[in-house]
């Protein structure tokens, strides 16, 4: 099997078969991020994708879920992932999961009727990136989407009949726009109701494009307190029933997990404790002990 440089996945995908679809992310200009600055993306050849399955096989033999890796692996076209997902049910019958990482454009490229047939193949989720929904930050963190670009994309994926988890970013407006990060992201993923929303918190990585600005003052990044009260005012928002709510990512000052909108109550009542100093915020040496590894 062949993997090319650093390979990232959700933290749902822990115990899933990864198989690289794609090289690297098709955008790869978001300024917040480190991930795929190292490679340069590309589209490996189908006849090795279709490969990596087979020796995957021959190797761990019974797999009941494949993530399909990198970041963008739905850019692809639909032909090919039309083949591989046809390859996935031929190789492994067992499978019984495959999910994706998907760009809001990859998707829009797609049409519904592509989408549904990728669902009735076997592909039952993708996991797509808010990070904001205010199109200003999204703007100067170059996501290259609009905020209803994104809205449209997530419910694309949800008439498909697919599952959708959407990310966003705590403190990814900084201290000048934190309240309208908190607002419009809550917004955003009200409108897309998703299955499941993962919240992360903004940190610098290794060559991340924001870092000489945050180190020249241009950015100002929220302490542990701030990225609390967004989150809060975020979550005082939300209004997006049934969407499973986590915030137990590594980068996270605090972790919260519930279903919206019955659980709110008890997830607003802990961001008040840690703002009231009852709950202690995790260390920033906790928030990036995997960045020695990277």
């Known amino acids: 099997m062949r993997y090319e440089g650093r390979v990232f996945r959700p933290p749902s995908e822990a115990y899933s078969l990864i ?16 991930m795929y600055k190292e490679k340069s993306f590309h589209v490996p050849p189908l006849e090795d994708v279709i490969g990596d399955l087979k020796q995957a096989r021959e190797a761990y ?10 970041g963008d692996a739905l850019v692809r076209r639909f032909s090919d ?5 046809g390859a996935i049910q ?3 019958p067992e499978c019984g999961r495959v999910t994706s990482y998907g760009s809001p454009r990859s998707i829009l490229i797609k049409t519904p009727e592509q ?6 193949l076997g592909l039952k989720m993708i996991y797509m990136g808010l990070e904001s929904g205010s199109d200003a930050i ?6 290259g989407e609009t905020a209803a670009e994104i809205i449209k994309a997530g419910r694309m994926v949800r008439e498909a009949g697919m599952k959708l988890s959407v990310t966003a970013i705590s403190g990814l407006g900084g201290k000048a726009r934190w309240q309208e990060h908190a607002v419009k992201t809550a917004e955003a993923l009200n409108a897309m109701n998703p299955e499941y929303i993962g919240l ?12 000489p600005e945050v180190e020249r003052g241009d950015f100002q990044m929220l302490t542990p307190i701030e990225v609390a009260r967004e989150t809060l005012l975020m979550m005082e928002h939300l209004d997006s029933p049934g969407s499973v709510f986590r915030s ?11 279903t919206l909108n019955q659980d709110k109550p008890r997830m607003l009542a802990e961001l008040h404790e840690a703002l009231g100093g009852r709950v202690a915020f995790k260390s920033e040496e906790m928030r990036n002990w995997d960045l020695k590894f990277h």
């Open 19 to 34: 198989i690289q679809a794609t090289v690297g992310c098709s955008h790869n200009k978001c300024r917040f991020c480190d």
């Open 61 to 70: 033999g019974p797999v009941n879920r494949i993530f399909l890796a990198d």
């Open 81 to 85: 992932l039309e083949a591989i997902l």
């Open 90 to 92: 031929e190789i492994f």
């Open 115 to 120: 989408l549904r047939r990728l669902r009735a």
């Open 138 to 143: 999204l703007s100067h963190v170059n996501k």
């Open 200 to 211: 992360l918190t903004f940190r610098l990585e290794g060559q991340a494009p924001m870092i």
């Open 248 to 258: 137990n990512h590594i980068s996270n000052y605090i972790n919260l997990s519930g």
